[in-house]
């Protein structure tokens, strides 16, 4: 099946700082990106749907400013948590699709961020 | 807004019986899939059915579809212990992004 994965699949930060987290699908090409946010015990949260080349369509509620979305190649997407606090911490979940209504999405491992 | 309602939130049973979880949802969809998710780490993708579906198997997974309801159901079989992770429910929502039930944790006593 379809891999995708991300990088770092951990990171502890300070808090005011900067965390780039990276997804790549390595075996197809994905025409949109997905990224979920995952507190404990809950459910995942569609944060933003990126498609490559053009901007991300963010969810109600979720700042565009602050989680910063890249979709530069049809393999590559990063989300950048830019000056990170400690509410930021949760577990961050990439998914990617080669396109179409109704396909079915690969989901990378997850990275947890700790924000100290 | 999430999607989907899931039931029971949690799930607590014996080896080698069957589980059984329910997800609702909110408006219309062109498919229903099912993921798992082992604590802290990603999802793993179990099974998809589409709107015009009602029944799918897949090994010890059985999910059913009522569109008229708009509820699907997981039943795994002859559970075991290996199968303890939380179940969620993800539907299109009409469009190209899936949208996440709340998810029920399993957990199954060997």
């Known amino acids: 099946g379809a891999v995708v994965s991300q990088h770092p699949s951990w990171v502890i930060c300070k808090s005011g700082t900067s965390v780039k987290i990276e997804c790549r699908s390595l075996?197809?090409?994905?025409?949109?990106m997905f990224w979920y946010r995952q507190f404990p015990k809950q459910s995942l949260m569609l944060m933003a749907t990126s498609n490559e080349g053009s901007k991300a369509t963010y969810e109600q509620g979720v700042e565009k400013d602050k989680f910063l979305i890249n979709h530069a190649s049809l393999t590559l997407s990063t989300l950048t948590v830019t000056s990170a606090h400690p509410e930021d911490s949760s577990f961050y979940i990439c998914?990617?699709?080669?396109?179409?209504?109704?396909?079915?999405?690969?989901f990378g491992p997850g990275t947890r961020l700790t924000v100290l | 807004s999430q999607q989907g309602e899931e039931d029971p939130q949690a799930l607590s049973i014996q080896e080698g019986e069957n589980a059984t979880m329910n997800c609702s949802y909110k408006t219309s969809i062109n498919n229903l899939q099912w993921y798992r998710q082992n604590s802290g780490r990603g999802l793993v993708h179990l099974i998809l059915i589409r709107s015009n579906e009602r029944e799918k198997h897949s090994g010890r997974l059985r999910v059913t579809l009522d569109t008229s309801k708009k509820s699907s159901s997981l039943l795994i079989t002859a559970s075991r212990a290996a199968d303890t992770a939380s179940y969620f429910c993800?539907?299109?929502?009409?469009?190209?992004?899936?949208?996440f039930g709340a998810g029920t944790r399993l957990f199954v006593k060997a």
């Open positions: 993800a539907t299109d929502a009409g469009g190209f992004k899936t949208i």
């Open positions: 998914s990617a699709s080669s396109g179409g209504r109704g396909d079915t999405q690969y």
């Open positions: 075996d197809f090409q994905a025409t949109t």
